[in-house]
């Protein structure tokens, strides 16, 4: 197939999608791209190219691995149904999974999606605490259902009037982060205390993904959940993003910071591309819950999704992906690093494991924000065949979250690549 021939296909698919699912969607790419296969690291297009995957962390151990395709058509062979008829292998997912937390994290729920986990956390929070107000980042995203559209300011919708959510900035980089987001946590504690709000919950994703990937110093967020917590609120970890190993160390990305959430919230890397999700929480939260309330998921926690969890918690312990997450992160920062002093462009390169962001301003850390020029360079890396995106609130970060099955030899492609685009 001829450029000309793939654009014209492309072009036709791009009609259909819009002809049939409407314009609400939105796609990658100035030039999007069409993808009909997937191994490990790599995503192949229709006409037989193969792209670097550096950004979906869905596909967290890597595009089709074996040992999760065989796990979900097997279980699918078998039996699927519910959470409301006994099934064992759910309770082997849910063994298997709990173990991975501190002991006092006793119990998970489970869902399909990260928003759905987030939506009920919030419904947890309020009924524990009584509390009506939430607290999360300034471009934060936390999900797509009514009630967390409003606490996902990254969708760009304002806050409709009289609303119970407090916005706060995202960290910084500097030795005293956790003073500066705890005093601003504070400020928002009070606002909410003049306004006859009682506070239910702080609701932040670890690493701050939306707001521009904010990982050090680790603790930096110790002091904000402890004012949170004096208030009697609750602290909601979201893990959707920076969970599953992928930062490298830990599992959690909370316990980079050691702490001990109230409530932990999982999605999108659970399945490996499978819909399952969930939410894991300290008991007597849900002795409470449950005394007042039920939740009912009919996909939530059902056999095949729970085959497919069990498989991808197998895959990274067998194949020390936390620990090449660690190394391989490490590697890629440094390498990232090495390009900044290249390129003054780049201002700033921050992260943990596999999930990493690099800054972008025009004439110098505080310059202005290289909005267009992130987007360029997005562009320009699609073009060489590697993926990756921008993230923050002015969409001047590079956003790298490559699946966990990511080599040094790809962040030496990763770095090469990008090295030609910042030069273009």
Not at 14 to 43: H, N
Not at 274 to 292: K, T
Not at 389 to 414: C, M, Q, W, Y
Request: charge should be neutral; include cysteine; proline fraction near 6%.
């Amino acid at each position: 197939m001829s450029v000309a021939d793939e654009h014209i296909s492309t072009q036709d698919v791009i009609a259909r999608r819009s002809r049939l699912l409407g314009p609400a969607y939105r796609l990658f790419y100035d030039q999007p791209v069409q993808f009909v296969r997937g191994e490990g690291v790599w995503l192949h297009d229709a006409a037989g190219h193969r792209y670097l995957d550096a950004y979906n962390n869905v596909a967290s151990v890597g595009h089709c691995h074996p040992h999760v395709v065989q796990a979900i058509a097997r279980q699918a062979a078998l039996l699927n149904t519910h959470t409301r008829y006994l099934h064992e292998t759910v309770l082997d997912y849910a063994e298997k999974l709990l173990a991975t937390f501190p002991p006092q994290i006793g119990h998970v729920m489970f869902t399909c999606t990260g928003s759905e986990a987030n939506d009920l956390a919030l419904r947890v929070a309020r009924t524990c605490t009584g509390g009506t107000g939430f607290i999360v980042t300034a471009n934060a995203y936390h999900g797509v259902t009514s009630a967390l559209t409003e606490l996902s300011p990254s969708l760009g919708l304002p806050l409709p009037e009289g609303s119970h959510v407090r916005l706060v900035p995202a960290p910084v980089s500097a030795a005293n982060a956790g003073e500066i987001f705890a005093g601003h946590v504070r400020d928002a504690l009070a606002d909410m205390k003049k306004s006859g709000i009682r506070p239910a919950a702080l609701l932040v994703d670890t690493i701050f993904s939306s707001d521009g990937v904010f990982a050090d110093p680790p603790g930096f967020l110790r002091p904000a959940v402890e004012a949170v917590r004096a208030d009697g609120a609750l602290f909601i970890a979201d893990e959707v993003q920076p969970g599953f190993g992928r930062c490298g160390g830990e599992m959690w990305e909370f316990a980079r910071h050691g702490l001990l959430p109230d409530l932990i919230t999982m999605g999108k890397p659970m399945g490996n591309g499978h819909p399952v999700a969930g939410m894991a929480a300290r008991p007597e939260l849900l002795a409470e819950f449950g005394r007042r309330s039920r939740y009912f998921n009919t996909f939530g926690g059902n056999p095949v999704s729970a085959a497919a969890g069990i498989a991808v918690l197998d895959v990274i312990e067998d194949e020390g992906l936390m620990k090449n997450a660690q190394h391989t992160g490490a590697y890629l920062i440094k390498l990232l690093r090495e390009l900044q002093a290249r390129h003054a462009l780049i201002t700033e390169v921050r992260g943990a494991g596999l999930f990493v962001g690099v800054e972008l301003r025009r004439g110098g850390p505080t310059g202005a924000p290289a909005t267009a020029e992130a987007a360029r360079i997005v562009n320009l890396l699609r073009e060489r065949r590697v993926l990756i995106s921008s993230a923050g609130p002015h969409g001047n970060v590079l956003k790298i979250r490559p699946p966990l099955v990511f080599r040094t030899e790809h962040a030496d492609l990763l770095v090469e690549r990008l090295d030609q685009a910042l030069q273009n």
